[in-house]
């Protein structure tokens, strides 16, 4: 697969779930988009990294079914095994691979997805850096915190956006490819508190989904209270922001 290839689908992704708005009312949606952190060829990895990988399209649950299956990250002469954890979104499946030991420095590994009967699903690669990284990121603190409900061709967007005061900060991973943690409790009518755990995409700003896919969907009239978190390439969790509480609106117009 091309570069070109790679960022046309990564970019789509992005427009997808809500994290880059469309430029057009109407938009197409990518058939497949694949979204990893680190990315594709990264170098300079902490060696206890947790790879983040989002898949959006078709294929993606068969590609979760055989990561839980067994999956390795391999490196010339040895692997690790790799335990995926998913969270499950509106059109993507998310997962989060936990190393069984940490990884070799200044090494490069490689995750192969392929079906039984030989066809790659998947295809991934990192190098790693010389050592670990064990400190959390900078505590996120959003603000300008808004629902929002838009049609478009293929889908509607509903999500609750905000804004962060300030960049994103770490010590080994670029703020460009911090991710963000939503520690949620849904508040229906009729229903029970619905707690949950929402991951999503590098750069995305907001809990829920764009015109075809996104972190998790939103029911109308329902109250979120959640915590943002920021991830590192490690898994390092910052401190949560202060919580926030939304109300999704009620009527959803065309």
């Known amino acids: 697969m091309s570069a070109t290839t790679i960022a ?12 880059v708005a469309p430029a057009p ?3 197409d949606c990518a058939a497949k988009a694949d979204t990893f952190s680190p990315p594709r060829g990264a170098r300079d990895v902490p060696t206890n990294v947790k790879p983040f990988i989002a898949l959006y399209g078709y294929g993606r649950a068969q ?4 990561l839980r299956a067994g999956a390795y990250l391999r490196a010339k002469g040895h692997r690790v095994k790799v335990t995926p954890r998913a969270y499950t979104g509106y059109a993507t499946e998310s997962v989060v691979l936990s190393p069984a030991s940490a990884l070799r ?11 039984p009967q030989g066809a790659r699903l ?11 990284d064990t400190r959390a990121p900078g505590s996120p603190s959003p603000r ?29 991973t670029p703020a460009k490819a911090l991710r963000l943690r939503f520690d949620v409790v849904e508040r229906a009518p009729g229903r029970k508190p619905h707690k949950r755990v929402v991951v999503a995409l590098p750069g995305s700003r907001s809990l829920g989904h764009g015109m075809c896919a996104g972190n998790a969907e939103l029911r109308p009239c329902a109250t ?20 926030l509480s939304v109300k999704t609106k009620c009527r959803r117009t065309p």
């Open 224 to 243: 979120y209270d959640f915590r943002v978190s920021v991830v590192d390439y490690a898994g390092n969790i910052s401190a949560p922001s202060p919580k």
């Open 122 to 132: 998947l295809s991934y690669s990192f190098t790693t850096g010389a050592s670990r």
């Open 63 to 66: 590609v979760v079914k055989l």
């Open 144 to 172: 300008n915190v808004k629902h929002t409900y838009t049609r478009f061709g293929c889908g509607p967007a509903d999500r609750i956006a905000f804004e962060l005061a300030g960049a994103l900060s770490d010590d080994k």
């Open 8 to 19: 046309v689908a990564s970019f789509l992704l992005l427009v997808a779930a809500g994290a």
């Open 25 to 27: 009312a109407r938009a």
């Open 105 to 115: 420095p200044n090494t490069t590994y490689s995750l192969d997805v392929t079906t």
